[in-house]
């Protein structure tokens, strides 16, 4: 399977701090995406990084791919209480996009 | 921005019943899927489609589960008999080149169904 599996499952930190997500999968991709989640709504694509590359940013995040070690890491920079939210890493397998079980963060006031 | 839009949002419907759930996906796009979540779990394919047929579809997508295209712009999950486990927020996607090499797919609201 080349499913995602993020960790930690919840994480709570104080609005302000960083937070990192982390993400291992077992098989070789093309490529890892990052999609948000708020609850009860749709996936939101954050960002995506190709197996070639090994840090991508986008404003606040930051996307690192170590496919060594089969890992992903989503930075989230100077949290805001608009981060709280699911957050999952998804690969790419022919025409799909497989999901991790997502972490659950939550920013503190 | 364009987007996908699903309908209803949130539908109950009676053990046995059959459901259509709808959505329009973003006009250009070619690509289609549909998605589910069980209430606190990840996100499960069920099925992509593309050029008017089924390119692959999870083992979850059994024979209750059908998709059409019926026009230029709708894009239709059919659950023909409904159980107590279709309860999930189905998701409706579309891409305009497909998930191959990293495409984005884009993803509508959701629709809630639970199954009484």
């Known amino acids: 399977s080349q499913q995602g599996e993020e960790d930690p499952q919840a994480l709570s930190i104080q609005e302000g701090e960083n937070a990192t997500m982390n993400c291992s999968y077992k098989?070789?991709?093309?490529?890892l995406q990052w999609y948000r989640q708020n609850s009860g709504r749709g996936l939101v694509h954050l960002i995506l990084?190709?197996?070639?590359?090994r840090e991508k940013h986008s404003g606040r995040l930051r996307v690192t791919l170590d496919t060594s070690k089969k890992s992903s890491s989503l930075l989230i920079t100077a949290s805001r209480a608009a981060d709280t939210a699911s957050y999952f890493c998804?690969?790419?397998?022919?025409?799909?996009?497989?999901f991790g079980k997502g972490t659950r963060l939550h920013i503190l006031p | 921005e364009p987007e996908v839009t699903q309908t209803p949002s949130h539908q109950v419907t009676q053990m046995g019943q059959e459901v259509i759930l709808r959505c329009v996906p973003i006009s250009n796009h070619l690509y289609f899927y549909w998605y589910r979540q069980i209430l606190g779990q990840k996100v499960e394919f069920l099925v992509s489609f593309y050029n008017n047929e089924i390119s692959e579809k999870s083992e979850i997508f059994d024979d209750q589960f059908s998709v059409e295209r019926p026009d230029g712009s709708n894009f239709t999950l059919k659950i023909r008999s409904t159980k107590l486990e279709d309860s999930a927020m189905y998701f409706c996607?579309?891409?305009?080149?497909?998930?191959?090499?990293?495409?984005?797919?884009?993803f509508g609201e959701g629709s809630w169904l639970t199954v009484v």
């Open positions: 998804a690969t790419d397998r022919d025409d799909k996009i497989i």
């Open positions: 990084i190709r197996s070639n590359e």
């Open positions: 098989t070789s991709i093309n490529n």
């Open positions: 996607a579309s891409s305009d080149q497909g998930a191959f090499s990293g495409n984005t797919i884009y």
